[in-house]
């Protein structure tokens, strides 16, 4: 019986076909950690030459180059589709061929939602394939920062925000309409091309719409806490509806006015706490820039019940049109007596302490006041006897009656 070959490194199992040595991923970590690797990290701003890449510098019709991102499921590399001469950006499971079928299921999900979605403001998946065991999708590569990098925790100018806002919701929406939700905006998941146009990418959480699977169920309690909305911070999968994302969108519009997202500032677990239990701060507060109006279509979209932010991306993406023609637009501001039925109806065990203290305090007043009344009382009739004394003793001539 033959054994079977593994990876020295992650002690992945090598296919029968797979050439000795590591597995493509750690073949590829191995290159970044060669001399030049570690001097590019020092230099950011030069680049991994391909002679870097020596351990293993193809991978399918793929010459690998550089690595762009990584993050819990894959890696991204820039590469070289030979075939087509052409660069592209080539994602992995992290995994590689060890990873379990839940991993490669929601891997495949990613490219087949992206794949489905043809709209010039959504990264377009080219080829979907699987390699010596390892599964990979390759797509267009956009050689900008993504929105995170380019805001560096500093607000843009509020009417660059508003467009490029208005260009992402109506993106999302298109993938609404085909029946996918992204369920993961956010900054890092917004590529900007050199022109400065952003582009929706990273579909890891996306979900069919339609679809109730168990590969759902277990993707709906994931997402990154500052973005996203109270539903899924629950872990509630049946109320993750449209209104996530534009719940979403909302969080990205607050960052680019403020600098910053919504909530955030702790532990993940203090950060959900905040998306469940605290209002977002106002933008105008942080940003004397920010009108009322766009400040009211950002908190809208931010609002704890999904039923009260908009109905759609296309409804926000209307909104944000109406304020930078300078029309009225549909939302309304929340006034200070909503703001304190929503909080006394997300806190009543607190909402009810208040309620009971204050009433004590009434309580205590009043018969505070009482007593007050009782002796002033008391006080008043003895100086009207004494008055009354004085009365007749003058009257009769002295006190000797007495």
């Avoid at 060669?34 to 510098?57: F, G, V, W």
């Avoid at 926000?316 to 109806?345: F, K, M, N, S």
């Avoid at 006897?385 to 009656?401: K, L, T, V």
Wanted: proline share 6%; with cysteine; aromatic share 4%.
């Amino acid at each position: 019986m033959t054994e079977t070959r593994r990876c020295p490194q992650c002690r992945t199992a090598l296919p029968a076909s797979a050439p000795a040595g590591f597995c493509p991923v750690c073949e590829f970590r191995r290159a970044l950690d060669t001399p030049s690797a570690q001097s590019q990290s020092q230099n950011p701003d030069s680049k991994l030459e391909a002679s870097d890449l020596t351990k293993i510098r193809y991978f399918g019709d793929y010459e690998l180059l550089e690595t762009i991102a990584q993050g819990g499921m894959g890696i991204v590399l820039k590469a070289r589709q030979v075939s087509l001469n052409r660069l592209v950006a080539l994602k992995l499971i992290s995994a590689g061929v060890l990873a379990s079928q839940e991993i490669v299921k929601r891997f495949k999900a990613e490219a087949a939602a992206a794949a489905s979605l043809d709209h010039p403001n959504i990264v377009p998946i080219h080829e979907i394939g699987e390699h010596q065991g390892q599964h990979y999708f390759s797509m267009t590569l956009i050689s900008g920062p993504t929105l995170g990098q380019a805001l560096a925790r500093k607000p843009m100018p509020i009417r660059r925000g508003a467009e490029m806002l208005t260009t992402l919701a109506r993106a999302v929406h298109f993938a609404h309409q085909r029946g996918v939700l992204h369920r993961d905006i956010k900054p890092s998941n917004i590529l900007l091309d050199e022109q400065g146009e952003p582009h929706l990418t990273d579909f890891g959480l996306a979900k069919l719409i339609q679809d109730d699977s168990s590969l759902t169920q277990t993707a709906a309690v994931m997402g990154t806490p500052a973005y996203m909305s109270p539903e899924q911070a629950r872990g509630d999968s049946k109320a993750v509806t449209i209104a996530a994302d534009v719940y979403g969108l909302g969080a990205v519009l607050y960052e680019t006015l403020t600098g910053r997202p919504p909530f955030g500032g702790g532990s993940s677990v203090e950060t959900i706490g905040k998306v469940l239990e605290q209002e977002p701060r106002r933008p105008s507060l942080s940003n004397p820039e920010v009108d009322r109006d766009l400040e009211t279509i950002c908190l809208k979209c931010l609002e704890k019940t999904p039923n009260r932010r908009y109905p759609s991306a296309q409804a926000l993406a209307d909104d944000l049109e109406r304020w930078q023609r300078h029309e009225t637009i549909l939302a309304r501001p929340t006034g200070p007596v909503r703001r304190t039925t929503r909080w006394i109806q997300r806190n009543p065990v607190g909402a009810s302490l208040i309620v009971s203290l204050f009433v004590g305090l009434v309580v205590s007043l009043v018969l505070l006041k009482l007593a007050l009344d009782q002796k002033n009382a008391a006080t008043e009739a003895q100086l009207a006897m004494d008055r009354a004394r004085d009365i007749i003793c003058h009257q009769i001539g002295g006190s000797d009656f007495w």
